[in-house]
């Protein structure tokens, strides 16, 4: 049974870290650490860019959260640490790999949700400033993102 609970708040931590990504890139990455964020704006030559330094800083909570499970025997905090890790490689497998095509994979996806997250992704790119940004999320599609596309394939199918 406790192993449920462990598994559950597993689960809870991870979908609470949309909202955690969603403020954090909106307040954050476009706020007073903009200076990190802003070359993830621009075209830029290479793979790396200041933005990648985000994976480190936001890696730092699941550390500390196995690191004083392991100190303090407290399995609540691996549980914790690992919904913030999951979250983590949820990100990079999206962001970088489906969306931004670090790695060649799914780069002809005609899936819908594949579909919905590059253009809203493809809409926050259009901002190359800090200021008046738009879908800050990462694995949660807004809406009108959604109809977007939904009436895109309509559209397709008519013709």
């Not at 690191?67 to 970088?96: M, Q, R, T």
């Amino acid at each position: 049974m406790i192993y449920i609970l462990y598994f559950l708040v597993t689960i809870a931590v991870f979908g609470a870290m949309e909202w955690v990504a969603w403020a954090t890139h909106k307040y954050i990455m476009h706020g007073f650490m903009w200076f990190l964020h802003a070359d993830h704006h621009q075209p830029h030559e290479g793979k790396m860019e200041k933005n990648d330094w985000f994976a480190v800083i936001f890696s730092i909570p699941s550390i500390l959260c196995f690191a004083l499970g392991a100190k303090y025997g407290n399995p609540w905090l691996y549980c914790v640490g690992s919904g913030i890790l999951l979250y983590g490689i949820a990100y990079f497998l999206v962001h970088d790999i489906i969306v931004h095509q670090r790695v060649k994979w799914f780069s002809r996806s005609k899936n819908r949700y594949i579909r919905q997250l590059r253009w809203a992704h493809k809409m926050h790119h259009k901002h190359l400033k800090a200021e008046n940004g738009e879908s800050f999320g990462f694995l949660f599609v807004e809406k009108k993102y959604r109809d977007k596309i939904k009436r895109d394939e309509q559209l397709q199918q008519k013709d």
